[in-house]
């Protein structure tokens, strides 16, 4: 049958119109057996498919299914994932695995549009996704506008640490307190997203050559993790018009957790046009009704899994069944109400009639060592802990990836002098430098190991870590003595506003210069000493 018909489940009943008792002639499940399910993708009119249900049906066995097959068909798959379910399918096929939380789709790439035009996008998008009001919106597109402006006269793109910090700038100088209220919303509300996920781009010309996938559970609010599926959605359709038409699909985009997008103008592009140029979709939704109307208009199938929700059960069953004469709706949604895990009904342009199937099974990889070592080195990591962790890797692999990733500069390294934590360390991402990133990390431990709770911020809205000494917040800042001396003394100002005290730690070849301003700093090689937590309360 060759790599055109793939084999993903088999057949155990199809929906037939017949004679039955009394002479009435209805539409009925009969059974079929050693019948095999095959698709052929690259016959269908649209490559787009459905995967819909309920929680636990089997819908993310059955795109695996479906995934596997069609890499194995010569297409590849590029996956958004929110949980992290495809890692183990990554090894098997392949794929690149990309943690969105470092590596990222930056909104403000222009990507050959006029700034205005991409400046209304972005407004757009983020109005949807943070259910902004009118006036909120006509503020954020003219601090969009103003950041394009002073960005390209420095001659880069922006992103969204600019953004955040044009509407500092904007709400420093606000007069009226209605103003200032509305840019201290936005600033609240984008700083959920000031991460290394919208900062710098995937190379999309790679993702589109090769398969992959994106893992964006690291992205920890469903608003974060829908501006980044759309965000990556508009550079693949910027992309795909730049590239020549296609007589073949060349490449699938899986979309977990779809509905999240809804009547998403983006998509319902891609659906539209994806066909000419090779683009498919695999939408996976627990709401059918959610997702967007051109792509439901232009799926060649749907594959649902068991469903109990009265509403979508309805709208799913109607979907599938085109109406009710002789009981075809009636039968449809029967099936669907009392469907069984790994089963599913299947319908589409090239399906005559509705059946219901069951899946094969799909068998994981046994792992990815480059996205274990960058899970690993999320938040630092000493060499010798990262190579005892990898111990179920080849090391002379491990030792090669890990130099692969810090050439790439997905991971940073640093030698650190500092007591018990001492050697080389590594980080994957990272907002700075990586001693300052690494030191942060650091002394976030150390304080847990003194009984301290504290949060790593490490971004433009809050401190590098947040601590509870004693009942009261205070601020700790890490300075590498990088930069102006007189910045340090201007964000000190700035946290009195919100804590009780700030804590200076600094690297040691600095101390003396910032004793000098501040009169009393905690050299960084003293956060491995054992009287560190004495030194933290007498300075709090």
Known sequence: MGKNNIVIGNVVKELGFGLISFGENRWKWKARHFMRFRVEPYRWINPHMMIV????????????VIVRAL????????????????????????????DASR???????????????????????????????????YALYKCI???????????????????????????????????????ESLERRLSLIDTGAFEKSAEMGKVMKGNSVFL???????????????????????????????????????IDEAEKLGDNPVIGKIAAEGRKYGIGLIAISQRAKLLDKDLRGNAAMMISFGIREP???????????????????????????????????????????????????????SGNLRYRILTLSRDGIARDDLERQLGGFDMDSARLEVASLIESADMKECSIACGKYSGVWYISGGRNSAEHDIAVQIISRQLA????????????????????????????????GSKDIESTRRMVDSRAKGYSGTIIVVNDSHVSEYLRLFGEVIAFSSVGAEDFGEMVSRLS
């Open 53 to 64: 249900g309920g929680s636990g049906g089997g819908k993310s066995n059955a795109c695996k």
């Open 71 to 98: 890499c194995s068909s010569g297409a590849r798959v590029a996956i958004l994932d929110p949980h992290n379910e495809y890692l183990g399918l990554s090894g098997s096929i392949g794929a690149d695995v990309y």
């Open 103 to 137: 590596n990222g789709i930056n909104m403000f790439d222009t990507d050959g549009m006029v700034e205005k035009e991409r400046a209304s996008e972005i407004t757009g998008m983020l109005k949807r996704n943070f259910r902004l009001g009118e006036v909120q919106g």
């Open 145 to 183: 506008m103003y950041t394009y402006r002073i960005l390209s006269e420095k001659g880069r793109s922006p992103n969204i640490h600019d953004l955040i910090f044009t509407i500092k700038v904007f709400k420093k100088n606000a007069r009226l307190a209605s103003e200032i209220g509305i840019l």
């Open 216 to 254: 964006l559970s690291g992205l920890h609010t469903p608003e974060a993790q829908s501006i980044y599926i759309e965000g990556f959605l508009r550079k693949l359709y910027s992309n795909m018009l730049s590239s020549e038409k296609q007589g073949r699909t060349r490449l699938y985009v899986v």
């Open 311 to 365: 509403e979508e059960l309805n709208y799913v069953a109607n979907f599938i069944s085109g109406g009710n004469e002789s009981g075809r709706f009636t039968e449809v949604k029967k099936a669907l109400r009392s469907m069984g895990r790994g089963y599913a009904i299947v319908f589409g342009s090239q399906t005559r009639n509705p059946a219901i199937v069951r899946f094969n099974v799909n068998v994981e990889g």
């Open 449 to 480: 190991a003194h009984g301290i709770y504290n949060k790593v911020y490490n971004n433009s809205y809050g401190p590098d870590i947040m601590a509870v000494i004693n009942g009261k917040r205070v601020a700790v800042e890490y300075e590498t």
